[in-house]
């Protein structure tokens, strides 16, 4: 075979008959324009895992307090921190496993088993009739979901280059949107026989059970998607057995790229081995920042939706749960909006780390206002509090989008799904941590409302501003290092 016919040869890519990735690959190739349907099949799958995650916050205080193991009403955050916690200390024992399993058994499994695993435990959670039973429920809702690892690698598999940062930017929406549709929709429909006394009877289901219902409709939910995910297709390149032109167009390759002495001995060297992941600082730079900004998130989370139920002489809001769904309800429409229209163009303009730099930035001053907000009354409270709410749920999403960014492309694909399951693994810790210290923090600050220094709730949002400030330094060289191909 003449020289020039051995190049076009090598240089027509190859596809394998029987694997996935490749049938994708080539699907990819074809396509043209926005990949609308695919981009909706990842947001409800991200979606549907993400509701159960927050939706308990709002009605977490009332829960807690018929379980009656609080003794004092300043001690109810205490327990609800441990509550929120579980979930994510879940994830921490279980999440390098299953990134490990999506790289070798592929994507499309883990993605199924974990939109059930929420069908399954979410559900039961909403039946729980003590504190232990809340725990173990939601421990098991975080073990035996590993999903939202291997989506990240999926969602930049799925696309043509030119979509990929859309593709991890919807998984990120998706993820922030169901942080604040879930607690919206356990605002509104928990304890729906006091609510809606019509509807529901205080000795039917509903009325025994106060807070199954939001976790009920979060589980249908999950249970229509986890249908759909199985014509979800499979990305992972699974070549097994390959055909004897693929062994020749390979040496092929490889004699005209190497020297000589290089082929002796590629001979008897076989596949190259991977990368160490740990020692990939691109990668482990990032996920730490990750990390910082996770923890906090989570304690917000937790603290905001605490904090406005809790009573005013406590230094709080005395909202309902409706109020505030009512309030995650606006913040989730704007954040759809900003992460749709604005988020890409920023990213392109300014890049990944700096958009995470701005907005750890802007986000001090705005936690800073929190209390004094808790002064106000009427419309000035609602529109201050809607105002703050929806410029810190874009500030947390833009921050985190950007950082799966950068993670991302700091791996090649055969190590994507281990690389996301060790970022998952170290957010989970940092994330189990930020319920527990978050309620533990407030539940200290209610009972020291007169202090000398940072009196209550100004404790909170000072130590919150504290992480952030952290998460804001990690975002400099010589810390936070990109990968340059």
């Known amino acids: 075979m003449a020289v020039n016919d051995q190049t076009e040869v090598l240089l027509k890519k190859h596809y394998y008959e029987n694997c996935p990735g490749c049938k994708v690959d080539k699907l ?18 991200v979606l549907s895992t993400a509701l159960p995650i927050s939706s308990l916050f709002p009605f977490l205080y009332f829960m807690i307090r018929d379980f009656h193991i609080a003794k004092r009403e300043e001690d109810i955050g205490y327990y ?10 879940g994830r921490v024992l279980t999440s390098l496993f299953w990134g490990i399993v999506a790289d070798r058994y592929g994507r499309k499994p883990v993605i199924v088993i974990g939109i059930i695993t929420v069908v399954i435990f979410n559900t039961l959670f909403g039946l729980s009739v003590n504190f232990w039973m809340a725990i173990a429920t939601r421990f098991l809702l975080g073990s035996l979901n590993g999903l939202l690892g291997p989506i990240r690698a999926y ?13 991890i930017t919807t998984v990120s929406t998706a993820w922030g949107i169901g942080l604040i549709i879930g607690p919206a929709l356990g605002g509104y429909l928990a304890q729906p026989a006091e609510k809606f006394p019509s509807i529901f009877s205080k000795e039917s289901v509903f009325g025994r059970f ?13 249970l229509v998607v986890s249908i759909a995910s199985f014509w979800l297709p499979e990305t992972l390149h699974m070549h097994h057995g ?17 020297s000589p002495t290089k082929n002796k001995s590629h001979k008897f060297e076989g596949k190259a081995p991977k990368k160490c992941l740990i020692r990939n600082w691109p990668l482990m730079s990032s996920i730490i920042a990750y990390c910082v900004f996770s923890l906090h998130d989570m304690a917000y989370t937790e603290i905001f939706s605490l904090w406005a139920v809790s009573p005013r002489r406590l230094g709080g809001l005395s909202y309902t749960t409706e109020d505030v769904g009512t309030v995650l309800s606006i913040s989730g429409a704007g954040l759809i909006v900003f992460q749709t229209c ?10 990944p780390v700096v958009v995470a730099r701005i907005g750890g930035v802007l986000s001090i001053p705005l936690l800073s206002s929190y209390p004094f907000i808790a002064m106000l009354t009427g419309l000035s409270l609602s529109t201050a509090l809607n105002c703050a709410s929806i410029a810190k749920n874009v500030i947390s999403v833009s921050i985190v989008t950007s950082l799966f960014i950068l993670q991302n492309k700091a791996v090649d694909q055969d190590q994507r799904g281990a ?55 990690m975002t400099f060289k010589p810390f936070l290092v990109e990968r340059r191909n």
């Open 28 to 45: 990819k190739e074809s396509q043209r324009g926005l990949p609308i349907r695919e981009l909706v099949s990842i947001w409800i799958v």
């Open 342 to 351: 604005l988020f890409p163009h920023l990213t392109r303009l300014l890049g």
């Open 155 to 167: 969602a930049t598999e799925l696309f043509r280059e030119e979509y990929q940062a859309l593709g």
């Open 419 to 473: 690389a996301n399951g060790i970022a998952m693994t170290a957010m989970s810790l940092s994330k189990a941590f930020g319920p527990a210290g978050g309620g533990t923090i407030f539940s200290w600050a209610q009972k020291h409302q007169d202090a000398a220094f940072l009196p209550g709730n100004h404790m909170v949002f000072f130590t919150l501003n504290m992480v952030e400030a952290i998460g804001v330094l």
């Open 80 to 89: 609800a921190g441990y509550v929120g916690s579980s979930l994510m200390f």
């Open 210 to 222: 106060p807070y199954f219902l939001p976790c009920l409709a979060i589980s249908i939910f999950a």
């Open 242 to 258: 390959s055909s004897e032109l693929d062994e020749s167009c390979k040496d092929m390759e490889t004699a005209s790229l190497e």
